[in-house]
């Protein structure tokens, strides 16, 4: 192999190191796309972190005692046939001491993305006076989601304010890398914020 052809092979395989490189440092920075918690006094918490993984029932009631709102609603798409998991959180927020009176469901039909459930969210928000809501989220929420989520609910008129549990948000960060559902969840909402861009619906 002459002097050139030696160049050549030393330049592509430091280029391709460097790619790598480049590659998993952007993999394990991901995590700095998310939106830190933000609460704030409103009239609603929607309950929106409604999984078995996370502990948002448990956050929900104790922004409840707090008395950060006073109402609480509890959302959610159907898990299977005529299964909503928001039936469930109502359930255990009552078991962790928040009134049943003042908890109420909302089922989300089965929509392509979040951003078409947003007139949802809104259309009941109205039907009950809110004027500010809190919506307790997955920890996963990117900083482009919660700006355009505030944005969507201002131009109703409502006060939005974007919050997830904290012990979530270490739990999932603790070794993402290292835990496939961790990986999983973290990439699957930044590949999902960005194909949401190209869709008016969802934006």
Request: aromatic residues 8%.
């Amino acid at each position: 192999m002459n002097e050139r052809k030696k160049r050549v092979l030393r330049r592509a395989l430091i280029t391709l190191a460097g790619l790598i490189l480049f590659l998993v440092g952007l993999f394990l920075s991901l995590p700095l796309l998310f939106a830190p918690p933000d609460v704030a006094p409103a009239d609603v918490i929607m309950h929106l972190a409604i999984e078995a993984r996370l502990h948002g029932d448990e956050y929900v009631a104790r922004l409840y005692a707090e008395g950060v709102a006073r109402k609480v609603i509890c959302a959610s798409s159907q898990a299977s046939w005529e299964v909503y998991p928001a039936d469930y959180a109502r359930a255990h927020l009552i078991e962790l001491g928040v009134r049943a009176d003042d908890i109420s469901v909302l089922h989300f039909p089965i929509t392509d993305c979040g951003g078409e459930v947003m007139p949802v969210l809104i259309s009941r928000l109205k039907e009950q006076g809110a004027k500010s809501v809190l919506l307790v989220v997955d920890p996963t929420v990117t900083r482009f989601g919660r700006w355009r989520t505030r944005s969507r609910f201002q131009e109703a008129g409502i006060n939005a304010t974007i919050t997830f549990a904290s012990e979530d948000r270490r739990a999932m960060l603790d070794r993402w890398w290292r835990t496939h559902w961790k990986a999983q969840r973290i990439v699957l909402t930044l590949m999902n914020s960005s194909l949401d861009l190209l869709y008016a619906p969802c934006r």
